[in-house]
């Protein structure tokens, strides 16, 4: 099990009703733990449809998580 | 100078322009995106941006930095708001400065359309009949688009 540091924004951070939180899992990856999250908390946004950053940098969903890691999802943007 | 931004407070557009001030450039482009009152056919009553602040300033750094090497510039700056805004209000701004007046204008379109989609910024529409939306966040069950909510 790793513990992660999850911050959430925008729809994901309304629907979860937290921006924040810690969580031990046992996902490897940020795809296996947005299902996860998707399926305890109700996120209406399909995994294909949410990025992934991990420490402030953009990864692939299939990136290997690792202990401590601050985990964001990033719903479909719309700056401007 | 390189910068992008964001801003929790009104953006000064005055002061951004006076910040690409240099003797080489001959041509300055700014772009301003206003809060309009309507989106899609529905009637706008105000708009929340939210960002991911650390990713959204690095994200940005890079596009300003790709259209630096790209349109040849010699200054890019731009800021976006974030927090509840009103009709009107200036939401985002681009500036370049290059030396033609061709490099700066597609460097200011590039910069705008690359942040549009690329940045981890959200919008959050409110309507006049008070119901609110995220923008691009709509699913199949929905009924007002966006992640809709109802009327409060």
Redesign the interface.
Known sequence: MLTVDI?Y???L???RGVSQEKLATAAATPAELYEELRARHGF???GN?VRA?VN???VDAAAPLRDGDRI?F??????? | MDAFRISPSPIDPAALQRSLADPRAGACVAFE?WVRNRNDGQPVRSLE????P???E??GARILAEARVRFELIGAVAV?RVGHLQLGEL??WVGVTAEHRASAFEACRYI?DE??????????EHYTDGATA????A?R??HGG??AMPPA
């Open positions: 911050h924004f925008a729809i951070r309304e629907q209406t946004l399909p449809r950053a402030d940098a953009f964001v990033i719903p479909p943007v719309a700056g401007g | 995106g941006y939210e960002a991911y650390v990713l959204a690095a994200e976006h939401a985002v705008i942040a549009k989609a690329r940045l981890p910024i959200w919008k959050k995220w923008i691009n966040c699913t069950g929905d966006a992640g």
